[in-house]
């Protein structure tokens, strides 16, 4: 074992110990395993409400579409928290902003549940957008922190695999509250962000902002970040947003997954209906051994196994050029969604597997679009120009929502869904070509 003699200040004269390669590696793990500890309970705040609408639209008497603009409301605050949060992070530390997040939006997610009618769902859906925003971009600049270039697409492919689990989670805990313990709708959105509120305090108690806090060197004393070399530690907020807004690239990221994630919600809040009937209930069409609301499952789980691979496969095969691992998976992407627009409803099994390939592709460019964001303008920007191009991401899924719900509406049919989300990834594919970083 390597031990290097070098002792490293905190602050104006404070001496930590030296370090060793070994403890150095633990506590970069542990920093990464704490990330996604917390983000794993993320989703149960948001991704949720697919489960719920069925419920909500019995109980208050609207429209689908109507719905789909309350899922809006919060996408598009959490759009406009995330232009501010990941700043934030930037400012004040990942930390601090990611675990009072957690906190926040639990307790928000309680307020939605006494929700009285549309009217109230809806302000209350989207104040918790907001706080569901205080996550994402402050626990990525974390990781930025503590990972160089080369280590960023297989860290942010960890990083979002948890993301991708947590809508595993989110699923998963919605169906036992609903159709296995049989409660109505409101308890979606109480018993599960008990996890969050768990994630979010164990995320402050283990988590450190820079390895110089622990005594380890920064990795970004290589050659990893040398074109951002110049970036001062006390940049201004007005610096930092002109700095992220100039970079062209980071706006043709924006567009490319702001059709990505257009898609991606688009999955995770209308596949529960497709599976489940208008009505919650089964929608009667076939039988098969597995119950639909079981078969729903195989999205999340695709997701969080596409998520492993995408930064992966960026770093391994293509040189980190991140934009030819996105367009490549958008691509397949298209090709999984129409197979599954054309599936009729009787062939279960089929229909199971193309959509776990549907989740696998749709999702898994996440990891490279955020490892993408300290490429561009380094890792002391790393926050905001995340929360910026999620910014780009939450705008475009906010518009795909009612527009989704709109067209169920019209041709009385919840399929029509996966040839909106083909379309959307294929713009995604095509989008993602012009970035070539």
């Known amino acids: 074992m390597k031990t290097d003699a070098k ?53 208050f008497n609207v429209s689908k579409e109507a719905l789909g603009w309350v899922s809006a409301g919060m996408l598009w605050c959490y759009a406009i928290g995330q232009a501010i949060n990941g700043n934030l992070a930037d400012k004040f530390g990942g930390r601090r902003v990611m675990s009072a997040g957690a906190i926040l939006s639990c307790m928000a997610n309680w307020v939605v549940s006494f929700s009285t009618g549309i009217l109230s769902l809806g302000a209350f859906w989207s104040l918790n957008g907001y706080f569901q925003a205080m996550g994402w971009a402050p626990g990525s600049r974390i990781l930025s922190n503590w990972f160089g270039k080369h280590e960023r697409g297989k860290v942010f492919g960890f990083y979002v695999f948890a993301a991708g689990m947590a809508s595993v989670l ?9 159709h296995i313990f049989q409660l109505d709708w409101r308890w979606i959105f109480r018993l599960p962000v008990l996890l969050m ?27 990893d970040d040398t074109e951002h070399a110049h970036v001062p530690d006390g940049e201004s907020s007005a610096s930092r947003y002109r700095a992220v807004l100039s970079n062209w690239r980071i706006w043709m990221g924006g567009l490319a997954i702001g059709f990505q994630n257009a898609a991606r919600y688009g999955l995770l809040v209308w596949v529960p209906v497709h599976f489940l009937g208008g009505d919650g209930s089964s929608n009667g069409e076939t039988e098969s051994l597995i119950a639909p609301e079981w078969i729903s499952l195989a999205l999340p789980i695709g997701m969080a196994l596409g998520a492993a691979t995408n930064g992966w496969v960026s770093d391994r095969f293509f040189g980190s050029k991140r934009y030819i691992a996105i367009a490549l998976y958008m691509a397949l992407a298209t090709v999984t969604s129409l197979a599954m627009y054309t599936i009729p409803s009787s062939e279960v099994y089929l229909g199971l597997s193309v959509l776990f390939l549907c989740g696998f592709f749709v999702y898994g460019p996440q990891s490279s679009f955020w490892a993408l964001c300290p490429d561009l303008v380094g890792h002391k920007r790393a926050g905001t120009a995340i929360g910026v ?36 990834s294929a713009a995604s594919a095509t989008v993602a070509l012009f970035i070539r970083r």
């Not at 989110?170 to 609903?178: G, K, P, R, Y």
């Open 197 to 223: 509120l768990l994630g979010g305090i164990t995320f402050y108690l283990v988590a450190r902002e820079y390895p110089e806090d622990l005594g380890f060197p920064s990795p970004h004393s290589d050659t």
């Open 170 to 178: 989110s699923f998963v805990t919605s169906i036992l509250i609903v």
């Open 389 to 424: 191009m999620n910014f780009f991401a939450y705008l475009f899924a906010g518009l795909g929502e009612p527009t989704i719900g709109m067209f169920m509406d019209s041709y009385d049919s919840t399929s029509i869904i996966f040839l909106l989300v083909a379309i959307a």
């Open 7 to 59: 002792a490293l200040q905190t602050g104006p004269t404070a001496i930590v110990p030296a370090y060793s390669e070994m403890s150095y590696k633990w506590a970069r793990r542990r920093i990464l395993f704490a990330a996604m500890f917390c983000y794993l309970f993320f989703y149960t705040g948001r991704q949720t409400f697919g489960f719920a609408i069925p419920g909500i639209q019995a109980e």
